[in-house]
């Protein structure tokens, strides 16, 4: 049994902490049963650190209290901005030590400051014994059973790490539940409340679903709640001169705890000064988002352990550290209605229209609620109090609703029926989240979001052509097919109201530049559902013309590369309705162009299948002409870093993707590496005269 037990937290520890197992699961799990029918044979020789005892079972009426023997303090918050939070935490420190301005810049140790909630952690000869919560400070709530299920804390010291085991040691640190872990969770509560089961419920965020589980009486289902932790503090420990352990930092301190086989997040670093903190609360701001858990803010520690009890405290506050705080993600407001938005595709978005407030550094006023299923699902009615979150460059989005603060008795949000545009029907088929309006181009919201898809910079560009000019157009009634922008000229553009001579000239310009395009362009340009970028490359690859992408059936369309049944059927629905060929031929008609070529599936693609991600700026190339060259030998370009990424390449000021290239061993190529690869390929693959290259589906 004392066997299994060491296997057993050594390879649980691969797994929980490091991440990196080195036997499979299955194996894991035949030495846990083992282990689990030795024990239920012989339950007085059950260990309280085996690894038998994660699984929970325990059901208390109420927790224990525990009094800290070292209380658990807080720390003061700075929200300023990242220079002057930083500038005052060092300026009061210096002042503190009396330094002067000459004495040299102090070292302080930089660490995330985690959303969850703070634990302390107490082993006795090595043994978890104890686990509370901060509780006021000075006592807390025994939570041991429900934290003994969380993988990644020791139940027992590594020993040989930092010196001996000390006799007594109290870790502090967070406990906090993971991005991904918490939408699984929620995903699968959804599923529960969704079979009926009572009592259940889903979480707000990821914060509240970790507090809510550390709290469960029953340790059994505190452990179906998947639960993190980071240590970053020290507690009670035995005295050095009763053989506890010593450090001269904080950093020292953490590198031991790691060695005892604590998880510790890895973006902790040591900085100098006053600079050293503000450049690492900045290159934290913008990987914010990337992590997989949640922070709000960053904490600065002097690193020093004797400058820090030289500091001490003030009003229970430790002088010698603060958290620096970033922009809430999340908010509370207001719904001040909710409004039905049309997309190109005809598609109905409920769109919740928010009193202003300052959510994830700008001032957000709508929200979106996605569809029907979701605004009924949180229930969101005209008059609630809500929390928005934005989080990054992704849309706000309303999380939930403050059931307890609804007044008034505004009714439950119902989908419309007809386009709130057009008036046309709206419907929603079988099988689909989505109401769309059936107006097509007759709608006027569909038609301007078709010009503006058109126009765009990636499609047929047109340079200068946005939203109020379109809404003019459409709304004037002068345009009503695409076709109508080209065929408006001078005089047209020139009678729209507030229409100066220089703008119009400025956009027929634009008008006839555009006309000079190319096949993928136009083809992603018309709009066509499910027909992105990439698909239009590679129909324009596959079949050369757009005579022949017109003319393609269904079997023939499922040969080109990504194109699934959806795709083609999308597809084959658009070419195959009168009035949009009838657009392409008029569009031709007024001179849009393109250089067409055979059918091109016996051109050599040498990096079909990888990925790359593009990240910084390149000396030479604009991102735009990386991506083209890319695609043109038939790489994919994709917007973030993953397992699944073959290269990264990197350019000038690259942030959070190039760390998480180098965190998952992504190869990173600089824009020189990038350019030799291209040539290289060209030269070994162009195809010469009376060679055949190979098919693509062999390349
Ligand atoms: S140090 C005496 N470090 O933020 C110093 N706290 O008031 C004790 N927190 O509730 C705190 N990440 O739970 C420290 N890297 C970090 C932290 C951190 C999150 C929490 C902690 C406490 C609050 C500070």
Redesign the pocket.
């Known amino acids: 049994m004392h066997h299994l037990r060491a296997q057993l937290h050594h390879h649980g520890y691969l797994y929980y902490t490091l991440d990196a197992p080195q036997i499979p699961d299955a194996q894991y799990d035949r030495l846990f049963k083992q282990l689990q029918s030795l024990e239920s044979a012989h339950p007085e020789l059950i260990t309280p650190d085996s690894p038998t005892q994660r699984v929970g079972g325990t059901v208390l009426d109420a927790f224990a209290t525990v009094r800290h023997r070292v209380p658990?303090?807080?720390?003061e918050?700075e929200t300023d901005t990242e220079s002057s939070g930083a500038q005052a935490f060092d300026a009061r420190v210096r002042r503190a030590l009396g330094l002067d301005d000459a004495a040299p810049a102090l070292v302080y140790v930089a660490?995330?400051?985690?959303?969850?909630?703070?634990m302390s952690l107490r082993y006795e000869q090595g043994v978890l014994v104890q686990a509370a919560t901060?509780g006021d400070g000075e006592s807390g709530e025994d939570v041991t059973a429900n934290i003994r299920t969380i993988g990644q804390i020791p139940l027992q010291l590594h020993a040989g790490g930092h010196g001996p085991i000390p006799p007594v040691l109290e870790v502090?640190?967070?406990v906090f539940m993971r991005r991904d872990d918490f939408d699984a969770l929620n995903e699968r509560q959804r599923a529960k409340i969704a079979a009926g089961a009572k009592g259940e419920k889903t979480f707000v965020n990821p914060r509240n679903a970790a507090a809510g589980a550390v709290r469960q009486l029953d340790s059994g289902i505190a452990a179906q709640r998947p639960l993190s932790f980071?240590a970053?503090?020290l507690g009670d420990v035995t005295p050095v001169s009763e053989g506890g352990p010593q450090f001269a930092t904080h950093y020292e301190m953490l590198q031991a705890f790691k060695a005892w086989g604590f998880p510790v997040?890895d973006q902790i670093a040591c900085v100098q000064g006053a600079q050293g903190l503000i450049g690492y609360h900045q290159q934290i701001a913008q990987q914010r988002d990337s992590l997989p858990f949640d922070?709000d803010g960053v904490?600065y520690?002097v690193n020093d352990l004797a400058l820090q009890a030289q500091l001490g405290f003030v009003s229970r506050?430790?002088r010698w550290?603060v958290?620096h705080k970033y922009p809430a993600q999340e908010e509370l407001t207001t719904v001040l209605a909710i409004d039905v938005q049309v997309g190109r595709t005809g598609k109905l978005t409920p769109v919740a229209k928010l009193a202003p407030v300052f959510v994830g550094g700008v001032t957000v006023t709508n929200a979106t609620l996605h569809n029907e299923d979701e605004a009924r699902r949180k229930d969101v009615r005209v008059g609630d109090t809500v929390i928005v979150r934005r989080a990054g460059d992704v849309i706000p989005e309303v999380v939930s609703v403050l059931l307890d603060k609804r007044v008034g008795d505004a009714p439950q949000f119902t989908m419309p029926h007809s386009c709130p545009v057009c008036g046309s029907d709206a419907v929603r088929e079988e099988g689909e989240a989505d109401y769309r309006c059936t107006g097509g181009l007759f709608c006027s919201a569909q038609r301007k979001q078709a010009i503006l898809h058109f126009a765009q910079r990636r499609a047929v560009e047109v340079e200068g052509l946005g939203e109020k000019l379109v809404d003019q157009m459409v709304d004037s009634g002068v345009v009503k097919t695409l076709p109508d922008m080209y065929r408006l000229g001078f005089a047209g553009l020139a009678q729209l109201e507030r229409m100066a001579d220089k703008s119009a000239q400025n956009i027929v310009a634009a008008l006839e530049a555009s006309k000079a395009t190319t096949l993928p362009r136009f083809v992603f340009g018309l709009g066509i559902r499910h027909v992105g970028e990439a698909t239009a490359k590679e129909l324009a690859r596959h079949f050369g013309s757009l005579d022949r992408i017109m003319d393609a059936n269904e079997e023939a369309l499922l040969q080109v590369n990504d194109v699934g049944p959806v795709v083609a059927h999308s597809l084959r629905t658009f070419f195959g309705q009168a009035h949009n060929r009838e657009v392409v031929a008029q569009l031709r008609a007024c001179g849009l162009h393109w250089p067409e070529g055979e059918p091109a599936a016996q051109v050599a693609q040498p990096l079909a299948g990888l990925i790359f991600v593009l990240t910084g700026t390149l000396p030479t190339l604009s991102r735009d002409q990386a991506k083209d060259l890319l695609e043109a030998q038939g790489a994919k370009v994709a917007g973030s870093v993953s397992k699944k990424t073959s290269y990264v390449v990197a350019g000038a000021e690259a942030g959070s993707k190039l760390d998480k290239a180098r965190e998952l061993g992504v190869p990173v190529l600089d824009e020189d590496a990038l350019i030799k690869l291209l040539a290289t390929l060209a030269e070994t693959t162009a195809p010469h005269p009376g060679a055949q290259t190979a098919p693509e589906s062999q390349t």
């Open positions: 658990m303090l807080s720390i918050t660490e995330l400051k985690f959303d969850g909630l703070a901060r502090r640190g967070e980071f970053y503090g997040a922070i904490v520690k506050q430790p550290a958290a």
